[in-house]
């Protein structure tokens, strides 16, 4: 099938194919998957916060307090998948750090476990730069530092509670492209 007539089929049916990836419409695209994303360290503090979907500021904490004791007081061979609430909660430790996504019941948990993992390794690759030991000892100081940097990772891997792209040199373009304006 050539590369027009999948356009035009797609065109047909009211998909979106201005952007690099083919949405489907509005209309189709009723619930948001993935509901917020958070990091946080050993102790509990949260490093970085992304929702998806509307959530008061004053009940953030509350959300975030109940997620992470919930998630950090499990131990290393129990399940990494928690239901919580209308939530289901997808968590993986690195280091010193725990990356927990809050998903639907209807979002498949191990798509979720493998996306957090692609993130990580588009971080690990991102910040290549900086010296293997500084990252394993201190990877909490690497995100902080680099906050901004983390989030336009974030934001190309995921739009709206979706999953947009996964290839890690797709989504360090975007850096990769800053970083050289930034050098010149």
């Not at 998909?15 to 946080?40: E, G, N």
Request: charged share 25%; glycine share 2%.
């Amino acid at each position: 099938m050539s590369q027009w007539v999948f356009i035009e089929a797609a065109l047909y049916y009211g998909f979106d194919v201005s952007a690099r990836i083919c949405r489907p419409p509005l209309a189709i695209q009723t619930t948001i998957m993935i509901k917020f994303f958070l990091m946080v360290n050993k102790q509990g503090q949260t490093r970085l916060s992304k929702y998806y979907e509307n959530v008061d500021i004053s009940k953030r904490a509350a959300l975030e307090a109940d997620v992470v004791k919930g998630c950090l007081s499990r131990r290393k061979d129990e399940c990494s998948f928690v239901e919580y609430k209308d939530y289901k909660l997808v968590y993986r430790q690195y280091a010193a750090l725990y990356i927990v996504v809050g998903i639907t019941d209807t979002e498949n948990e191990l798509s979720i476990y493998e996306l957090v993992h692609n993130f990580v390794e588009v971080l690990d690759k991102y910040f290549s730069r900086v010296s293997e030991l500084d990252l394993f000892l201190y990877p909490e100081a690497q995100i902080m530092f680099n906050l901004d940097k983390v989030h336009i990772i974030l934001d190309e891997m995921i739009l709206n509670g979706h999953v947009v792209e996964t290839n890690k040199s797709r989504i360090l373009a975007p850096l990769l492209v800053l970083d050289k304006m930034v050098e010149s």
